[in-house]
């Protein structure tokens, strides 16, 4: 049996104010806002946001509990399991660093090891973001 073939579609965070992350990511990387709708199960007022190919679900919902401070910081966060954050590629990180710089955001962590180089981000609500470095294959 062979897996059919898979693409990234979208991920997902949990925030305590939907249009204030909204805002955020409009604001701070780029995305705009795709569509809404709301899940009585869960009972969370939801938007997808979209930049190109790439989406985040961000999900508000009622009664929800705030992220642990833990959560908040690279290095403590991978020793809770779960998920850990998103990953985006971008050319280059000081370039992506600057521009962050100006939207005055919440940067968590640089990282510049031989093994790459690449910088965590907080959006509104504390979820981590990195930014990898895109690397050139040595020939």
Known sequence: MTIP???FHHCGVSVPDLEQAIAWYKRVLGFQLERRFYINEAKAEVAMIRRGPLRFEI???HGAHLLPEGRRHPLHDIRTHGNKHIAFEV???DE????LRQQNADI???VNEP????CFVRDCAGNLIEFVERTLSKK
Not at 115 to 118: A, L, R, V
């Open 5 to 7: 073939e898979l693409s």
């Open 59 to 61: 999900f508000e919902v």
């Open 91 to 93: 050319h280059a990180v």
């Open 96 to 99: 992506l660093l600057s521009c």
């Open 108 to 110: 968590a962590k640089v």
């Open 115 to 118: 093994f790459g180089k690449s």
